[in-house]
């Protein structure tokens, strides 16, 4: 980028006036806190306590089964947008990288649904952070009142706030300590089930691939689910600034991380059947770890699961804060969004407006699902949602890396094989989702949905037909020295 205006610096240290008066910091983030964000975002610790449970009740004793198939289509996803990722560097995260590949033909979907899925994320991870939080108080005698809920979604976002506020790389380092310490102490009572149970650490159930116990519809329908669990890990491509070596970084980022929590997930899936010999008894409780944990004779380890979780939602809930910011940031400079949003603090180089509207956003959504539902619930909607538009994003995206592939004459093996999984993958996905088609309240996220892709394709066509000057702007402000000449 070339020089921007200086600006005005307000008494808070914040520089505003023309939009892009100051700019993010670059090449400040080494490879491992690039890696920490996307981890982070992933927060394998919240997906080790609930998601591991939910697959387990539909696919049954094969439900490490379902983790590996599901990896392997996510990794389709991941690599198609590492694939651009090692040619382009974007604030604007999938949607910067998609416009400088296809232009806003690919840009402008992907733009929808992605900010659309990352501002409902933040929300939902909030409240998941405060349900386990209350989990933790309860447990320590503090009470169960209705006050405790809102509370904890209010100091929770008060705190990913100021956080995101702060340098990146700080963010960073909170993100990848606190999912360390958290996955540690899962995989320490993981070990404790495994070499504690009676029958040894081989499960015939878990390799009877049998007519009366393997049912592909029942692996392949929770694969859906699986899905939405691995969602986040594009948020290291929202770091093109401020990553060092950028396109190294993120693209390792991006796949490293897809890789390290398939292998774990389905090692912990295996491992939670493992410990249960009444998988009804699994699909029905809320806190398998909990319940693992009192039946090895480490029941004090619940406590330490229950404070770790909630923390493990709370750095995805940064992380996705931080990755959302700044492509609102993005969309600003382009003169997509509110010249405000671009503004940058003076010492701390972060997008302050775009996090204090996030901020809002978090709050009203959070303390919402706690009133107008069950708080599970509220989760578990607001989640869904985010898994549909995610997809929908991330097969925009590779298949927006074939096309400039074939434009380029650079077509490879690898995007190749990236596209052909992501195909796949999503009509898996989407297909075992919608048929049969779910019951309330799922029903109207399936349908909030459908309108979100047919409102973008028409609010597309509108601009198009138009031939507005918002459409060509996609992504204008994004373009660094690290990309492609030509492009």
Known sequence: MGDQAEGVLTGDGVKTGTAGAAELKRGVLPLWAVFGVAIGVLAPASTLALAIGVVAATAGALSWLTWALTSVVVLGFAGGIAWLAMRFTSTGGLYGLTSHAVGSAGAFPVLSFQLISHVVAGPACVLGGAIYAKAFLVRIGVGDGMWILPLCCALITALITFMSYREVKVSA?????????????????????????????????????SGNHFALSAVLAAAGFAVFSMAGFEHAATLGREARNPRRAIATAVVGSVVFVGVLYVVASYIVVLGFSDLSVLASTTAPLDALAEANGVGWLGYV???????????????????????????????????????????????????????????????????????????????????????????????????????????????????????????????????????????????????????????????????????????????????????
């Open 305 to 487: 699961v229950d404070l770790g979780v909630s923390v493990s939602f709370i750095a995805s809930s940064l992380g996705i804060m931080a990755g959302t910011s700044r492509t609102l940031y993005t969309l600003s400079r382009d003169g997509l969004a509110p010249r405000a949003l671009s503004t940058i603090h003076a010492t701390q180089r972060t997008p302050i407006v775009a996090v204090a509207v996030l901020g809002v956003v978090y709050l009203l959504v959070s303390i919402a699902g706690t009133l107008l539902a069950e708080p599970t619930t509220s989760y578990g909607v607001l989640g869904t949602l985010v898994g549909y538009l995610l997809v929908a994003a991330y097969g925009v995206t590779t298949m927006s890396a074939l096309i400039y592939a074939v434009m380029k004459r650079t077509l490879g093996a690898g995007i190749v094989v990236f596209a052909t999984l992501t195909v796949l993958g999503m009509a898996i996905m989407y297909y075992y989702s919608f048929n049969p088609f779910p019951r309330e309240p799922y029903a109207a996220v399936a349908w909030i949905f459908f309108l979100t892709v047919a409102a973008t394709l028409a609010a597309y066509l509108v601009l198009r037909v138009r031939r507005s000057p918002a459409l060509d702007r996609i992504g204008l402000n994004d373009r660094t020295s690290h990309d492609e000449e030509g492009v």
């Open 173 to 209: 380092k909170a993100l990848l300590a606190v999912e360390l310490v958290t996955v540690g102490v899962i995989v320490v009572l993981l070990a404790v089930v495994l070499f504690s149970a009676p029958g040894g650490v081989v499960d015939d159930r878990q390799f009877d691939f």
